[in-house]
């Protein structure tokens, strides 16, 4: 028998384009608040799920997918951490995050991880979330319903909204509902890429290892304990076939070797890709009732663990608003939405661009920088103050 078509909603609440964490995010917690809304992904639910991106979560991440009843498999599977090491001129210093900040901490459970469980609540309950149903356009964001028009199953459809909620990355295409000139773009690109791999064995360190070596950049992190996820600095532009195995490992030896006991163990490589750096912000990040959350609207390097969290800061701001407006019909909320997230997202690109800037080793780059970086990483081992500073930078504090 065949199953008959979904009826496409013409109309809901709120429009939400994308179904990366952002989107999801904001669709569960919306669809728990009893505002209905309707979210439209360009790609396959087997892409989404797959594709590799984010592995730690802020605090306030959990707790926003723990309200939403979207944690039960992060708080089976996911590893608390307590802390980072970082290793340079071939030593190695831990950070210490509980007695740096009163006790808080991260945990590890990767974006793949975060989109499944969501996706799964969000249809389990019925609530309208489409796959292959690109939008190609967002129109009225300066009327009472700006329209959503897409493509899904062939045909050409509309979704008329109150509000349109832009979540779709930094190639969507929510951002042009705005006039011309109407948003500035403030972005800084890094003269290096990212060599990411994940790797069929256990982690060799608890937490995660980030190593500034004269060679570049490396990061050991990890997926679960018997699968590392790890990251090298490359040239932009690196093609991730040139790196055999053998090449990856010889060299995250060579940029993670200290002085003492510690080895990298080896194991089958299972995926490589190549991620460039930049840091990007659109202001403001609404316009009329067209609003933008996470990549959409930011992008940090991923040095600070903190694309994934703002994307869920954005929208926990956001759900409280929209939870107040359709409540007491007050836009209060709404009209701070962007100032509230801004003074979070400029933070995290602060720290972003530290984290990058003191740990990659740029092209040329001056044996005066790298004194520089060498003078801010003993810093950080001999200050408690310092590592304070990273230490509340990473794990983030309460939203909004
Ligand atoms: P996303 O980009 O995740 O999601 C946007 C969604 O919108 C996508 O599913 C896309 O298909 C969809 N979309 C786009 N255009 C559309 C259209 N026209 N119509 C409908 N749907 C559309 N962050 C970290 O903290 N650590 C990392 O290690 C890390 N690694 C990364 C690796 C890569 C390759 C990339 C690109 C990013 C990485 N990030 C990392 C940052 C990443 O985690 C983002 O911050 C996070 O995915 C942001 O989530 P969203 O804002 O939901 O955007
Ligand atoms: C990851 O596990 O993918 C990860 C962890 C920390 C980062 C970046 C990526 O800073």
Redesign the pocket.
């Known amino acids: 028998m065949t199953v008959p078509p979904v009826p496409l909603p013409a109309r809901t609440t709120v429009g939400v384009v994308g179904a990366g964490p952002a989107g999801l995010l904001l669709a569960r917690l919306l669809h728990r608040a009893g505002i209905d809304c309707v979210v439209l992904e360009s790609r396959t639910r087997d892409y989404v799920e797959q594709r ?5 979560l802020e605090q306030a991440t959990v707790d926003a997918l723990r309200s939403s009843g979207a944690a039960e498999r992060l708080d089976r599977e996911g590893l608390a951490h307590d802390g980072v090491e970082l290793r340079w001129g071939r030593r190695r210093h831990r950070v210490d995050f509980p007695s740096l900040t009163g006790g808080r901490r991260v945990w ?1 459970y ?1 974006q793949t991880e975060v989109v499944k469980d969501l996706i799964g609540l969000q249809l389990g309950d019925g609530a309208p979330l489409l796959f292959d149903a690109p939008v190609s356009a967002v129109v009225g964001a300066d009327t009472a319903r700006p329209l959503v028009r897409y493509t899904h199953g062939g045909a050409e459809h509309t979704l008329a909204c109150d509000y349109v909620v832009g979540c779709d990355g930094f190639h969507g295409v929510t951002r042009n509902a705005a006039p011309e000139g109407a948003l500035t773009t403030f972005e800084r690109a890094y003269p290096y890429s990212w060599l ?1 791999v994940l790797a069929d064995v256990a982690p060799s360190n608890d937490e ?1 290892v ?1 190593a500034h070596s004269p060679r570049g950049f490396a ?1 050991l ?3 679960s304990p018997t699968v590392s ?1 790890l ?1 090298l600095q490359v040239p932009n532009g690196t093609d991730p076939g040139a790196w055999t195995d053998e090449r990856i490992w010889d060299e995250l030896d060579a940029r993670f070797a200290v002085d003492g006991d510690w080895s990298l163990a080896r194991g089958p490589i299972t995926q490589k890709s190549v991620l460039p750096m930049r840091s990007v912000v659109t202001e403001p990040m609404r316009w009329g009732r067209v609003l933008l959350a996470g990549d959409a609207a930011h992008i940090v390097p ?4 903190k694309g994934l969290n703002l994307a869920a800061a954005d929208v926990i701001v956001l759900a409280r608003a929209f939870e107040q407006w359709a409540r007491t019909g007050s836009t209060a909320g709404l009209d701070a939405y962007s100032d509230t997230c801004l003074r979070r997202v400029w933070r995290a690109e602060h720290f972003s661009w530290f ?1 990058t800037t003191t740990l990659h080793t740029a092209p040329g780059q001056s044996d005066f920088d790298t004194r520089l970086q060498l003078s801010q990483l003993d810093r950080v081992a001999a200050s408690a103050h310092a590592a304070a500073e990273l230490a509340e930078n990473y794990v983030g504090g309460p939203v909004g």
Do not use: D, E
């Open positions: 590799q991106r984010a592995g730690i590890v990767a990411g995660l980030y990061l992190s990890m997926r996820r990251y991923p040095t600070g663990a984290m």
